[in-house]
């Protein structure tokens, strides 16, 4: 099983600053790595797939980088409603594992 | 525009069993891979299980190999999960999710996800 690792687990930011989220795997998953963003009592939505492709409707501040078992999501700058949990989730061998999450809180 | 409905959750005695039921709409379903992903009240997601566009390739997590069975039905459009011998670590919400595909090339993200339906393992 990939473990994926998160960090840190809790972000601490105003609006208007950049946020960077950093998810590791235990192992290589290429470029087979996804983001989500999860709001309380809502499925998580799909920001970034294949490591650097914005899903449908995500807005350009929405950035991920990365490959192999190194990957970040980028935020630019903070809007009110980017405060939430973010989670990266990968594929490989047709078995999926998501990260545990880092919360994007307000300062 | 895609829409998933989960139903079937509920409470359930430890060592009990639920079937779980997703009806797709709004989309070609067997063109589809689907998943179904839990989540424990204060936890991120765990991915469940996985089926194939025909239903002949099904995976699952080991913390569910073997208790739990998923299925499809591709002429009702919907996704199942057997559940069996559940335990109170099964506690969670269930959502079923869709695979996300572009015009040519399918990847390992989940693009369409439903409400979810609570499973509560309790005696």
């Known amino acids: 099983e990939i473990v994926l690792t998160q960090s840190p687990a809790t972000l601490s930011l105003s609006p208007g600053e950049r946020a960077t989220l950093s998810c590791r795997a235990s192992q290589s998953v290429s470029s087979s790595l996804a983001w989500y963003q999860q709001k309380p009592g809502q499925p998580p939505r799909l920001l970034i797939y294949d490591a650097s492709n914005r899903a449908t409707g995500i807005p350009a501040r929405f950035s991920g980088s990365g490959s192999g078992t190194d990957f970040t999501l980028v935020i630019s700058s903070l809007e009110p409603e980017d405060f939430a949990a973010y989670y990266c989730q990968q594929r490989t061998d047709s078995m999926y594992s998501f990260g545990q999450g880092t919360k994007l809180e307000i300062k | 525009e895609v829409q998933l409905l989960e139903s079937g959750g509920g409470l359930v005695q430890p060592g009990g069993s639920l079937r779980l039921s997703c009806a797709a709409s709004?989309?070609?379903?067997?063109?589809?891979?689907m998943s179904w992903v839990r989540q424990a009240p204060g936890k991120g997601p765990e991915w469940v299980s996985a089926?194939?566009?025909?239903?002949?390739?099904?995976y699952y997590a080991d913390s569910v190999k073997g208790r739990f069975t998923i299925s499809r039905d591709n002429s009702k459009n919907t996704l199942y999960l057997e559940m069996s011998s559940l335990r109170a670590e099964d506690t969670a919400m269930y959502y079923c999710a869709k695979r996300y595909c572009s015009t040519s090339t399918c990847y390992g993200a989940f693009d369409s996800w439903g409400q979810g339906t609570l499973v509560t393992v309790s005696s």
């Open positions: 709004g989309l070609t379903f067997n063109n589809y891979a």
């Open positions: 089926i194939g566009t025909t239903g002949s390739g099904t």
